[in-house]
């Protein structure tokens, strides 16, 4: 089937829920992606953030490979050892907690909303976010995610849910009461457009969750594994949260999401209390651990931060020959682009020439490669922005 026909096969038979590229790709090796046309194209956007290592990174496809053939599934009504093995390397690289195994991101951050109000009394429901979140689609998770344009045709939302601006300590501080449950932040708003908590803005949730009784948990579904320059993206402050999410990058490109919690606070999910048939399966945990082992055996952590000043640096340039670049803001390989106008074009130019990026938030370009990537693949990356920007501007 050619570009064409499988495109009149999704108009026919999937549902249109995403604005998609003209685009089929049927292969991924390391930061790079090839189309059906056999059109070779650089990835600084891999997968959504999954691709934290690149596509199909050999270590993860050996691990599934073994595991495929050993055990694919197994109920959690009996003990996994690779689940097990990843909790316990998660739980090393983060505060010590306790994990919990889901599918998604989404997923992730539900178990946590619903971890959150099971640990406290009942007259604590609350749960306050940020404008600008975004923490997924499910009923709770599209309701945490304070962008009204994710609400539009579904209200209600669920009961109990306050939105506060982001980075602002004194509506944190506000919004605050002894019926609050806990607050959910991302240490670094991703679809959002990629805006960095302040250490003043973290400091002053901890103190208010630890006044009020509260749970403070942390979306790393898109900070975590890496992508910063440090296992996840709270390591970058002086706080300790209660709770932290991840998925995405986790899996190397595997579905896999994770919970993980403070021992005290996991104690609350007892058996009963919440649950997912596929959580925690052998291949996806198989995945995981192969992932963790690949960042630590190819020092990717120093890479992410290298890279990521080093792509800084470069864009910094080019902000000084375009001024259509407001500014370059981010942390490590999670950098955003602040254009005075719109994104799209740029990003359907830099397509045309061979390099995925991404635009959120209609003027924020997403520049987020995988933590393999190398200077050279940086410069082309640059060299293709640079000629588009010209174009475009
Ligand atoms: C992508 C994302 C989610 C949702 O993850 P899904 O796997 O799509 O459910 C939640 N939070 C953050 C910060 C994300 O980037």
New binding site residues.
């Given amino acids: 089937m050619d570009t064409a026909e499988i495109i009149a096969m999704f108009d026919k038979y999937v549902i249109a829920n995403y604005g998609r590229l003209p685009r089929v790709i049927v292969q991924g090796e390391g930061n790079y992606l090839y189309d059906a046309e056999g059109t070779k194209i650089l990835d600084m956007f891999p997968g ?2 999954v691709s934290g290592i690149g596509h199909c990174h050999p270590k993860v496809v050996e691990a599934i490979r073994a595991q495929a053939g050993q055990l694919l599934h197994i109920d959690n009504t009996f003990y996994i050892p690779q689940q097990g093995q990843l909790a316990k390397m998660l739980s090393q690289r983060a505060f010590g907690g306790k994990c919990f195994f889901c599918n ?4 992730a ?1 539900e178990a946590a909303l619903k971890l959150a109000r099971k640990h406290t009394p009942r007259e604590k429901y609350k749960f306050i976010t940020a404008e600008g979140s ?4 499910t009923f709770a ?1 599209v309701t945490a995610t304070a962008q009204p344009k994710y609400h539009d045709g579904f209200l209600p939302m669920l009961p109990g849910f306050e939105y506060v601006p982001f980075n602002d300590c004194e509506a944190m501080e506000a919004a605050f009461s002894d019926e609050v449950a806990g607050v959910m932040i ?1 240490p670094i708003q ?2 959002g457009g990629i805006n960095v908590a302040t250490e003043e803005y973290m400091q002053t949730i901890r103190r208010l969750c630890d006044e009020n009784g509260a749970v403070m948990m942390l ?1 790393e ?2 900070t975590g594994m890496g992508r910063t320059g440090e296992w996840f993206g709270y390591k970058h402050y002086d706080v300790m949260p209660d709770i932290i999410t991840m ?2 990058a986790l899996g190397g490109g595997v579905a896999i ?1 994770a919970m993980m919690a403070t021992e005290h606070i996991a104690a609350s999910l007892v058996p009963g209390t919440h649950a997912s048939t596929f959580g925690g399966n052998p291949l996806a945990c198989a995945a995981g651990i192969a992932v963790i082992e690949a960042i630590e055996e190819e020092y990717l952590l120093d890479n992410a931060i290298k890279m990521g000043q080093y792509a800084a640096d470069k864009l910094q340039q080019l902000k000084e020959k375009h001024p259509v670049i407001d500014h370059v803001r981010g942390k490590g390989l999670m950098i955003g682009i602040k254009l005075t106008g719109p994104g799209a074009k740029i990003v359907d130019g830099c397509l045309e020439k061979g390099l995925r990026i991404n635009c959120t938030q209609g003027d924020v370009l997403r520049f987020m490669p995988s933590m393999t990537v190398t200077s050279e693949q940086i410069d082309q990356a640059i060299e293709i922005l640079d000629s588009v920007l010209a174009q475009e501007s």
């Fill in positions: 959504w953030a998604s991101g989404a997923e951050n975004f923490h997924g689609r998770t991302e991703g679809e979306d579904v898109q998925a995405k999401g």
